[in-house]
């Protein structure tokens, strides 16, 4: 048989299935949510928007003050993988920069 | 080690991505590449799956679902986590079972776990099963049976799971 891995805890894969298999879902997207705080400059979120998101000036700005002023922006809607993909780009930016800029994912 | 074949794949799923100036390498474009390998659509059909549909989908999927880089940016699409963890999880199960290549077989099983992905959802809606994949890939077990099941040389494939 295939060996487990490497410090694997054998034990951990003792999840048997008893039930029928549901009908496969279609997959949700995701919204990829910025966070605001005290210390991430406007500047650096309007940024984000633009290199991240490519969004245009106008929107980048408009997300941005929601963002400042409503404690949360959506930065865009996408396929999880790609919001995923999105969301460490900002958070590897953010710590390039030493921003505490905080970027998730949420299920629409 | 990756496969001559799979590696021609991967390189076919970056320049499908390129091609439609994507901006990220993600498993529709791998799974869209793997149609193409002769490996993968034996599978695929072993396990009741249609290989003409799913290429329709996926093809469906990366035209609406997929934003294109703006004008005046172009960058090599880049490979997602999820696609990272895909490629790690074959190769951690190839070496496992002591096996020296990994191939599309390998992929395609190492795809299920990421249940948020829509080329996962196109392959279930197929009704193939992971549990499909590798009892076809461990012991060419085909799961249609119309009479010309395909049987895999067992003196190339399977070695190592038992």
């Known amino acids: 048989m295939a060996k487990g891995l490497p410090g694997q805890d054998l034990d951990d894969d003792l999840d048997v299935q008893k039930d029928q298999k549901t009908k496969p879902k279609r997959p949700k ?16 979120v309007v940024f984000i928007l633009k290199d991240v998101f490519h969004k245009n ?5 408009k997300i941005m003050l929601a963002v400042h002023q409503q404690g949360l922006g959506v930065a865009g809607v996408y396929p ?29 | 080690m990756i496969s001559k074949e799979l590696q021609d794949t991967l390189n076919l799923a970056l320049s499908e991505a390129a091609k439609r100036r994507h901006e990220y390498l993600t498993l529709e474009h791998l799974l869209l590449a793997l149609l193409e390998d002769k490996g993968a659509c034996d599978i695929i059909r072993a396990c009741g799956g249609s290989v003409k549909e799913i290429r329709k989908e996926l093809e469906e999927f990366l035209n609406e679902n997929m934003e294109q880089l703006p004008n ?6 880049s490979y997602t986590a999820a696609l990272e963890r895909v490629l790690t999880r074959a190769y951690m199960q190839a070496e496992s079972s002591a096996q020296t290549t990994i191939d599309s077989g390998n992929v395609l099983a ?13 392959l279930e809606k197929e009704g193939i099963t992971r549990l499909d994949v ?6 060419g077990i ?10 895999k040389d067992p003196a190339t494939e399977g070695e190592g799971f038992t």
């Open chain 2, 110 to 122: 190492a795809m299920f776990q990421e249940k948020r992905s829509h080329a996962v959802f196109l």
């Open chain 1, 57 to 61: 000036e106008n929107d980048a700005v």
């Open chain 2, 72 to 77: 005046g940016i172009d960058a090599m699409p």
């Open chain 1, 29 to 44: 997207l995701y919204k990829v949510l910025l966070h605001n705080d005290d210390f991430t400059t406007m500047e650096f």
């Open chain 1, 80 to 108: 999880f993988e790609i919001a995923e993909a999105k969301c460490s780009k900002v958070a590897e930016l953010a710590q390039l920069n030493e921003f505490p800029l905080l970027c998730t994912t949420e299920e629409e």
């Open chain 2, 142 to 151: 085909s799961k249609v049976e119309d009479g010309k099941r395909i049987e």
């Open chain 2, 134 to 139: 590798l009892s076809y890939i461990s012991h």
